[in-house]
Each structure stands twice: as C-alpha cells, then as structure tokens.
C-alpha cells in the first residue's frame, strides 16, 4: 500500500518562500508522474505543478515561474519550492501520484500567507 506524506507548510509573509516536501512510501515497484494541488476554502482543488517520470514539468498559469517543482527518485520524493508567495496563494497543498489507475492523495499541508 502507497502512501503519500507532505511536510514543509506553514506561514509565511508575502514575498516569502516555502519548500513543501512530499515522500512516497509503502509497495513501490517503479517511478510515478507526481503532482501538486492545493485547495483553499470554498474553492475547488486545483493543480499546481506536475513532473513526469523523466523529468518533464508542467504549471498552472498562476505560478507565472514562482514555483518549481522537482523530483529525487532515489529518495521517491517530489519537491515544490514556493516563492514570491502572495496571500492568494494560502490553501492546503496535496501531493498525487496515480498508480494502476488509482489516485492516491496525501493528507495534504497547509500553506498561508499573510502580514
């Protein structure tokens, strides 16, 4: 069974930066597309980043190249370094990986910005 752990949430003042980790653990038997999300309330999830097995990335056009988001797969973690932060960016940030069709989430972090 796969599971999905986020740290490195918190808060933040505006301008500032944030690095969220997120580690798989569990019956791993390759390297998976992983992505982040997050949801702040009364809105809907919605993606952050994504990286592919070789390294490819793709971002929401709200990240405007504040955020990267990279990959260890000896260590079968994904990393999101957040800067420039703006209030708008406070929600809770989940990691996702697919595995045999299934969506498998993390317990997610939360990330809030504010002076």
């Known amino acids: 069974q796969v599971q999905l752990v986020e740290s490195g949430g918190g808060s933040v003042q505006p301008g500032g930066s944030l690095r969220l980790s997120c580690t798989l653990s569990g019956r791993i038997f390759g390297i998976y597309a992983l992505g982040w999300y997050r949801q702040a309330p009364g809105n809907q999830r919605e993606l952050v980043a994504r990286?592919?097995?070789?390294?490819?990335?793709d971002y929401a056009d709200f990240v405007n190249g504040r955020f990267s988001i990279s990959r260890n797969n000896v260590k079968n973690s994904v990393y999101l370094q957040m800067n420039s932060l703006k209030p708008e960016d406070t929600a809770v940030y989940y990691c996702?990986?697919?595995?045999?069709?299934?969506?498998?989430w993390g317990q997610g972090t939360q990330v809030t910005v504010s002076s």
């Open positions: 990286i592919t097995t070789g390294g490819g990335t």
């Open positions: 996702k990986t697919t595995i045999a069709q299934r969506d498998i």
